[in-house]
């Protein structure tokens, strides 16, 4: 096979560096009306026909010889079988990570809270898990049964009491890991059907698909496509976009590292992004070598070619204090703090989903089972969003218990900003609690 990689160069002192830079990061992960329209019908035609029209697109796209729905429910049985088809290894991999993913996201928990004023009003928090959540999980070979553990765990861990799954099964080809992965994880019940369709039923239920409250999980264009019209019907977690890596390099790591550390997001698709700065331009050299080197001995060569190629780059900047202020101008998915000290950097990143601190913690560790979510904002959004959570699974309603003393005096403020808002009603329902010896004085 034969790769040819053409990096692009970018150096922080030029004057158009801004404007290369925004383009290079600029993404648009927006439907066209072809595939909008089809996802509203494939909708439509969920909420008028539930089970039967799922039985018929799962047949139509997914080629399943399916007769009923009852052809598409894998019970908790088929989910335990899976651990044992399953490798020895691959077992204890999934509940190494399994365990390691369950204690961090047990820190996450948020617990309920009152405090009691001088007069006995009482305020607090009640928090609160969802219901039920749906758990959206790509099929086939493209399967990430380590997906299955970073979205199902923080919602069994925030009490949902039932978490139900979706994964197509294309040809009728199913991928054991995901289902021992599932059975591993806590997953209640799981559904073999994908695209809009799944989503759909998730949102508006059927016969036989219960309606969740929030659905998670990565998916195709139409996947995406279908979660961006359910949400407001249900919660979504977030529109993804391609994969990102950056890596911040004082020049001291051994190139080969960082440009597999770069391959690693790159071999996603070939819209994924990876990047390097760095205030060492010869550091950027050796790692472009590095790159050409190593790439011809990846699997996936030919995807990382284009991604390296159409969204990539070696970034000089004048100083790690400048190598900063781009990583935050960037707020990437993934951060490598690949430095002496990152520790002492870390007080200066604003924006990015997770920083992986260090020359020796790759950012595939965080992929699999450092124990932190994997599922991250991407394309900017870690500038006003958080990676997946338990409080993504978590409600939260405000508690207010007003004594008589307490409701008389705040009615007195009540009253006053009501009337200025000409809300006569809500001005005379808090006078209503007004102490007759107050209203005296």
């Known amino acids: 096979m034969t790769v040819s990689t053409a990096i692009a160069r970018l150096n922080a002192a030029d004057p158009d560096f801004a404007r290369h830079l925004d383009h290079l990061l600029s993404w648009e992960s927006v439907s066209d009306d072809a595939v909008n329209q089809r996802v509203l019908d494939i909708i439509k035609a969920m909420r008028e026909r539930g089970d039967a029209a799922l039985v018929e697109f799962t047949q139509r796209f997914d080629g399943v010889d399916a ?3 009852d052809d598409l429910i894998l019970n908790r049985e088929r989910l335990e079988l899976a651990l044992t088809r399953i490798t020895p290894a691959q077992r204890e991999a999934l509940e190494t990570a399994a365990n390691r993913v369950r204690m961090y996201h047990e820190r996450q ?3 309920s809270w009152q405090y009691t004023e001088a007069d006995g009003t009482v305020l607090g928090q009640k928090v609160t898990p969802l219901d039920r959540a749906g758990l959206y999980v790509p099929g086939g070979k493209a399967s990430y049964p380590s997906s299955v553990l970073m979205n ?3 919602a069994k861990v925030a009490g949902v009491a ?3 799954m ?6 009728g080809e199913v991928n054991e890991l995901v289902l021992a992965a599932a059975c591993i994880a806590g997953v209640d019940r799981v559904f073999t059907v994908g695209g809009a369709q799944a989503v759909a039923a998730l949102a508006y239920g059927t016969e036989s698909v219960p309606q969740v409250d929030k659905i998670v999980g990565p998916g195709n264009i139409y996947v995406a496509t279908a979660k961006r019209h359910v949400f407001g019907q249900v919660g979504i977690d977030m529109i993804a ?13 051994d190139p080969d590292w960082i440009a597999m550390d770069l391959f690693s997001q790159a071999e996603h698709d070939e819209d994924a992004q990876a990047i390097l700065v760095s205030p060492d331009a010869a550091f950027l050299d050796r790692v472009a070598a590095s790159i050409d080197k190593l790439m011809p001995t990846m699997e996936r060569a030919e995807i990382i070619e284009k991604s390296i190629n159409g969204r990539g780059a070696l970034i000089q900047v004048r100083d790690m204090h400048q190598a900063m202020e781009v990583a935050n101008r960037i707020a990437p998915e993934h951060l490598e703090l690949s430095v002496a000290d990152p520790q002492a950097w870390l007080p200066h990143i604003r924006h990015a989903g997770a920083i992986f601190m260090g020359r020796h913690t790759s950012e595939a ?5 450092a124990g932190p979510n994997h599922v991250l904002p991407t394309s900017g959004t870690a500038r006003f969003s958080s990676p997946l959570g338990v409080y993504d699974f978590q409600k939260r309603s405000s508690i207010i218990f007003c004594s008589e003393q307490g409701a008389s005096e705040l009615g007195h403020t009540a009253s006053v900003l009501a009337r200025g808002e000409s809300l006569t009603a809500h001005a005379r329902s808090a006078e209503y609690r007004i102490l007759t010896q107050e209203k005296g004085n």
């Open 67 to 69: 007769k009923s729905i």
């Open 109 to 111: 928990k948020q617990d």
């Open 152 to 154: 199902a765990i923080p």
């Open 162 to 164: 039932e978490v139900v």
């Open 166 to 171: 979706v994964v197509p099964t294309p040809r």
């Open 241 to 253: 976009g391609p994969s990102e890596i950056l890596v911040v390099c004082d020049g001291q790591t």
């Open 365 to 369: 560790l965080g992929d699999y089972c």
